[in-house]
């Protein structure tokens, strides 16, 4: 089935302003509250969200089987389920109904008034209930970096990195949509020179840019997807912040890795831009070497080229560009990812999540972490107020932002902006 809500030719009746990350070739969907304190499943064109829930009670998608209240849900979890032939009938029909030359929606004042919001009217939530969530580790100049700096310099990857997509399982209670306030956690540190740990804040919280991606159902308990198969069963990618506490993970780490160091907090952007509007980003990965095994090898086209940047915005300052990177740097694709997940029969469900990984680049100023760009914190980063940064301190805002460009059409996610706030207090 063609991707017509692609048409780079294609312009809308909203008005959709130049550098808009949100065209009509997007389509991203989301959940948010309404003025009416109604929470309905959503999309957006330009600066406006559109209410898809009243769009299916008024007949617009007559002729695409969906239950009946299928828009009606204050999760995605459902229509994601319904698998990839439902999102591109979906997608290509609310194209359709945007579509400057069409006049059905455009001329009904009524119905105009009923299902189209302003950004100011709408409070955007979680877009879906995330049973489980893993993050991987698969960022070569990233492992590359961190072994460097804790291991090695001559062995920086470990053994089996250029063979297996590392990843661990995360905590999908603690993700939380952009906007949310993070705070600094509290856990046990183990203080330079010292044999005996401490309890107490946190000193290093770090974010990591990242992206996610959202399954659908992907296949019973015992089964495996195969690696050329695998995108079918990803619906569409979020940025995501997965926040770290350096100072808990280095003393919790061994022997079996990330805990209560990353499982405080996730935020991630609340648009979720499904892989049909990434088509047309569709790039090369870098090369593999060795080969991987048989179940992880792939050919054509599976990195998306993905710009994205970091910026850091202290509490009463001005913000500052800390980090430029791009998705295509990933040495292992989404669908290895999957492949590997899943490769033991580990059953995958509808609004899983999958991190990437720390997304850094070939460059200093491409790295994707405070601990990379200011090397542990030997190197601060100058702010535009005149204070330093080692780490995040309370009070700073981290906003995440990624886009797509080409000559024909610019596809984006928005950004995920959360601010760090002190250790919780119980009142």
């Known amino acids: 089935m063609p991707i017509t809500a692609n048409d780079p030719n294609r312009k809308s009746w909203l008005e959709v302003p130049n550098d808009s990350d949100f065209p009509i070739q997007n389509i991203p969907f989301g959940v948010f509250l309404t003025k009416d304190d109604v929470i309905t499943i959503g999309t957006r064109i330009g600066d406006s969200a559109i209410d898809l829930g ?6 617009y998608f007559e002729g695409i089987e969906l239950t009946d209240d299928m828009f009606m849900q204050d999760t995605l979890n459902d229509f994601i389920s319904d698998g990839k032939k439902t999102w591109r009938l979906v997608r290509n029909r609310i194209a359709e109904i ?35 969530y893993t993050d ?5 100049e990233h492992a590359t970096n961190v072994g460097k700096m804790f291991r090695d310099p001559e062995n920086a990857l470990l053994p089996n990195w250029l063979h297996i997509p590392v990843g661990y399982h995360g905590r999908s209670s ?20 010292e044999t005996t740990p401490v309890f107490g804040p946190s000193r290093l919280i770090d974010f990591e840019l990242e992206t996610a991606f959202i399954t659908t159902d992907a296949n019973i308990m015992g089964e495996n997807i195969p690696v050329h198969e695998a995108e079918d069963y990803i619906f569409g990618m979020v940025l995501l912040n997965d926040w770290s506490a350096r100072d808990i993970q280095k003393w919790e780490y061994v022997p079996l890795g990330p805990f209560l160091a990353k499982n405080f907090a996730s935020s991630i952007s609340p648009w979720i831009v499904t892989l049909d509007a990434l088509e047309p980003f569709r790039v090369k990965g870098p090369k593999q070497d060795p080969t991987p095994l048989p179940y992880l090898q792939q050919k054509g086209k599976h990195a998306f080229d993905i710009h994205l940047e970091v910026s850091i915005e202290p509490e009463n300052g001005e913000e500052t560009l800390v980090s430029k990177s791009n998705f295509k ?18 059953r995958v469900n509808s609004g899983d999540m999958m991190g990437s990984g720390t997304i850094s680049g070939p460059t200093p100023d491409s790295f994707g972490s405070m601990l990379e760009l200011t090397w542990g914190g030997k190197n601060p980063i100058q702010m535009k107020d005149g204070t330093e940064r080692k780490f995040i301190n309370d009070g700073d ?4 932002k990624g886009y797509c460009q080409n000559s024909d059409v610019r596809i ?14 119980r009142k």
Not at 107 to 118: M, W
Not at 412 to 425: A, D, Q, Y
């Open 397 to 400: 805002s981290v906003r995440i």
């Open 329 to 346: 740097y990933m040495y292992w694709s989404m669908s290895q990812q999957l492949a590997h997940h899943t490769s033991n029969g580990c």
């Open 54 to 59: 009243a769009l299916q009670q008024m007949n």
């Open 174 to 193: 603690s993700i939380v949509p952009s906007g949310i306030p993070v705070h600094r956690p509290m856990g046990q540190t183990l203080p330079n020179g």
């Open 98 to 132: 945007f579509d400057a030359e069409n006049p059905l929606l455009r001329d009904n004042a009524k119905h105009r008034e009923i299902v189209i919001f302003t950004l100011d009217e709408i409070e955007m939530q979680l877009p879906v209930l995330i049973g489980d």
């Open 136 to 140: 991987f580790y698969s960022s070569k």
């Open 412 to 425: 984006g996610f928005g950004e995920v902006c959360s601010k760090l706030l002190p250790p919780f207090t």
